[in-house]
């Protein structure tokens, strides 16, 4: 077990990315390569039932215009999550069926992304409409109880601890209150995009991805390849965020076009496109209603969540468990209800379900200690869990109240008066306080690890993870080189490449525990093979490198699971590992600043704590945070994808329109960890960190409003109009 004494090394990329020196996905450069865009449907449900390509094909420069009529041998995969490997079930150009505003009708090849996409404006396409649902709240939309639906009910059932009715009905004091959140959309600063090229009968894919394991499967699957045909290649990937942990919309078709003109082709979806191209934050309102008994002890929540999905597949939700593990609250009902509206399939956005859980329930506990008249930081701190409150098994390790009571000293809240409205600067301006907290899964992946070792003193860790920008890189050289007693800037990291093993997707913030030990443990493996002075042993017998390779598993994860990570198929497991259950844990504390007539809300400071077990990388899981932090602000201040529900799909389809925070936004932003090693969940004792920077923060920010206005503000964005 690492003693959680990690250095704050610099990222082993850092110099690399400040001279720009990294190959994204679309900088890859062939001769020859031609340039694609897709022309895209103007209405949102119906059939095509003319399509006119003529003056797109007399652009010059011009090669081909495809369409769903040239597609005929290739077959659709299917969605990520129904045994596919793509963002949703519906693979667009290979039928007449349109299913959403923005859906692909036409694929223009061109020598110039400026023919190409002047060409795409030319294609004009006839339609017989149908009528459709764009809202969770609109006429049409179709809602199934996810415990009801045919999605495997052991994952997707409805979470349920002890009787939370009974508990509500006993209940002294009770909260019952609705949360609403609009879509939303990632806007990785690098797009979505593909190039491919063959060489003979092998296509190589260059994509920014956080599941090259799912394309090069799915491309197989689509043109009825050899798996062994496809390599993908995402050595960095400009943000994820979950957008990129599928194969895409244009994935197989990129690759269909290189080979149907026989050159290589790259497409990026511009960003106007990806709002309708790509997933994103479905729509969800959650009704929460907390019951506390006659002591002041919360006894029950009743959750209910509806949440948008497509007409065509069932994105299931999970926003019941974190909900239910936040504090020791001992009954519990979740109860989610998909709601399928005709849009593409959404799909995980960081923190998908534990973001808004934690809004919603974080909001709630806050109303709950204002009614019962108690300190916001005292109540959370009282309603700490020493078992998981859902499967009465023991928790790995829970730090949230060291990261109540060390927050709450960093931030100063023992200067915050408790009234509301209570604290002014001489201006007028109003000052709020406000803490929210939350919890994110501690999910881990199967995966296999290559280390190489050589004379020189260097050394290589092929693994599957994805870069990100997260720095797993950097957390890879740190506990590799800490293992094998060299410097990390002398262990480089091939991954994200389908050459280097299986590339099990990267999200759900299981990259860090899955990746680093399972490197860990191939250094211990080299460390048993050649002594505790591994590069003298190289020396000395004359060998120039040592090859280690070891296979990794979550604890207790079934082979069957296990073994989807050799078909591309997502194998996490967690947080339920048989003998216990395990968390991460966030603590925000945020002030607002309310400037009295425009009543515009800025955010100076915010300090978080994390329980996050061991921190592996200090350096790039600070900045982890602040880029939550940041985002958290944004969610709870700025961004939603708008909707016009007379034209369907999204209107705000850039980021001139669609808001999100600039740097004069945002303030101060304290971070510090536990960093408690986990001593159950792997030989590092990693837990995962990702996610759960980002729970928390919106309650936080509401509660702060609150504090400063005493009025609860329950729709995101809360903007300066609501204010008023
Ligand atoms: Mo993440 S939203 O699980 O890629």
Not at 259 to 276: D, N
Not at 393 to 398: A, F, I, K, N, V
Not at 684 to 702: C, D, F, I, R, W
Request: some cysteine.
């Amino acid at each position: 077990m690492s003693d959680g004494n990690f250095a704050a090394t610099p990222r082993v990329d850092a110099h690399d990315k400040v001279t720009g020196a990294p190959i994204y996905g679309a900088d890859r450069r062939f001769n020859g390569m031609l340039h694609a865009i897709f022309a895209v449907s103007t209405i949102v449900r119906g059939r095509l039932t003319e399509i006119d390509i003529k003056a797109a094909l007399a652009v010059p420069g011009v090669r081909r215009v495809l369409t769903h009529r040239d597609t005929g041998k290739l077959k659709p995969d299917g969605f990520l999550l129904s045994g596919g490997h793509s963002s949703q079930g519906i693979q667009p150009l290979l039928d007449d069926v349109i299913c959403h505003r923005g859906q692909p009708i036409a694929m223009i090849l061109a020598e110039t992304l400026e023919a190409a996409t002047f060409a795409a404006t030319l294609v004009t396409a006839r339609y017989k409409q149908e009528p459709f649902a764009s809202t969770i709240h609109s006429d049409g939309a179709t809602v199934i109880a996810q415990a009801a639906s045919p999605l495997p009910q052991q994952l997707f059932g409805d979470t349920i601890a002890g009787d939370a009715r009974a508990a509500l009905q006993r209940a002294r004091t009770v909260v019952d209150a609705t949360f609403t959140s609009p879509p939303q959309h990632q806007n990785p600063i690098e797009l979505v995009a593909t190039v491919a090229e063959w060489s003979g009968d092998m296509v190589t894919i260059h994509e920014g991805s956080q599941n090259t394991g799912a394309i090069k499967f799915g491309v197989a699957r689509v043109l009825g390849l050899d798996p062994e045909q496809v390599i993908v290649v995402s050595p960095h990937a400009g943000g994820g965020f979950g957008q990129k942990n599928s194969m895409q919309m244009q994935t197989a078709l990129v690759a269909w076009a290189a080979r149907e003109v026989g050159a290589p082709v790259k497409m990026v979806v511009p960003r106007t496109q990806l709002f309708h191209d790509a997933s994103f934050r479905p729509q969800s309102l959650h009704r929460i209603r907390l019951g506390a008994d006659a002591t002041g002890r919360m006894s029950g929540v009743l959750y209910d969540v509806d949440a948008q999905s497509s007409r065509h597949d069932l994105f299931p939700m999970d926003y019941a468990n974190a909900a239910a593990r936040l504090y020791g609250i001992a009954n519990f009902r979740g109860y989610q209800r998909i709601v399928q509206t005709d849009v593409q399939t959404p799909g995980y956005m960081r923190a998908p379900f534990e973001h808004l859980a934690s809004f919603a329930l974080d909001s709630a506990v806050d109303e709950m200690a204002e009614k019962l008249g108690q300190d916001p930081v005292a109540f959370r701190k009282r309603h700490d869990a020493d078992t998981d409150p859902v499967t009465g098994l023991p928790l790995s390790s829970r730090h949230l109240s060291a990261c109540l009571a060390r927050g709450a000293d960093r931030f100063g809240w023992s200067r915050r008066t408790p009234r509301p409205g209570s604290m002014k600067l001489p201006d007028g301006t109003l000052i709020g306080m406000g803490v929210g907290c939350g919890c994110y899964k501690a999910a881990t992946a199967p995966a296999v690890a290559t280390l190489t070792l050589r004379r020189n003193g260097t050394a290589e860790i092929a693994v599957g993870v994805h870069e990100m920008g997260q720095g797993v890189r950097t957390a890879l050289s740190n506990a590799v080189g800490e293992r094998l007693g060299i410097e990390p800037a002398r262990v480089t990291a091939l991954i994200g490449d389908t050459r280097g093993g299986p590339q099990h997707t990267t999200a759900g913030s299981w990259g860090t525990a899955t990746a680093i030990p399972a490197a860990v443990e191939a250094a211990d493996r080299l460390m048993a093979e050649l002594g505790n002075d591994p590069v003298a042993t190289l020396a000395e017998r004359g060998i120039d490198e040592h090859v280690t390779r070891i296979e990794s598993r979550p604890p207790n994860q079934p082979d069957e699971m296990a073994s989807r990570l050799h078909i591309g198929q997502p194998a996490p497991w967690g947080p339920i590992y048989g003998e216990y259950v395990s968390y991460s844990y966030a603590a925000h504390f945020v002030e607002v600043r309310i400037e009295p007539s425009t009543r515009r809300i800025r955010v100076p400071r915010v300090v978080s704590l994390m329980d996050c077990g061991t921190v592996v990388s200090p350096r790039t899981a600070e900045s982890q945070v602040r880029g939550g932090v940041v985002w958290g602000i944004s969610a709870a201040l700025r961004e939603a994808s708008e909707v016009d529900p007379r034209y369907g799909g999204f209107l705000n389809t850039d980021i001139a329109e669609y808001l999100v925070p600039v740097n004069a936004d945002i303030g101060t932003c304290d971070v510090d960890f536990i960093n408690s090693p986990d001593p159950r969940l792997n030989n590092t004792g990693v837990k995962g960190l990702g996610e759960v920077v980002m729970t928390g923060v919106v309650a936080a920010v509401s509660n702060a409003v609150w504090h400063a206005t005493g009025s609860r503000h329950r729709d995101l964005p809360i903007r300066l109009e609501h204010l008023l």
